[in-house]
């Protein structure tokens, strides 16, 4: 069993910055791709970014300059730094992790944390 805990969603001004996190908890044997998506109200969820075991990362082109992931294996965490936020960030943000559990990997997701940018 893995639980996922995201924080650092909330109201921000436009231009402004928030850091979320996802910290992962359970059996976890390693943590293979770690990553965010976000679903906008009436919209499907589509990937921010994700950052591999090897540190390779991948962003959505409407973020690459201003957001950027990282990981902490030490402590199966995932942060997602935004700066320069826009009104169209705002979405719900949901982290994604495959965590190898002795050989099974599992896909988990967090359970979303809500950003919103005002104009």
């Known amino acids: 069993q893995v639980q996922l805990a995201e924080s650092g969603g909330g109201l921000v001004q436009a231009g402004g910055s928030l850091r979320l996190s996802c910290s992962a908890s359970?059996?976890?044997?390693?943590?293979?791709?770690m990553g965010w998506y976000r679903q906008a109200p009436g919209k499907q969820r589509d990937l921010v970014a994700f950052?591999?075991?090897?540190?390779?990362?991948k962003y959505t082109d409407s973020v690459k300059g201003r957001f950027t992931i990282s990981r902490d294996n030490a402590k199966n965490t995932v942060h997602l730094q935004m700066n320069s936020l826009k009104p169209e960030d705002t979405a719900v943000y949901y982290c994604?992790?495959?965590?190898?559990?002795?050989?099974?990997?599992?896909?988990?997701w967090g359970q979303g944390t809500q950003v919103t940018v005002s104009s």
């Open positions: 994604n992790l495959y965590v190898n559990r002795n050989g099974i990997v599992s896909n988990n």
């Open positions: 359970g059996t976890i044997f390693s943590i293979n791709v």
């Open positions: 950052v591999t075991s090897g540190g390779n990362t």
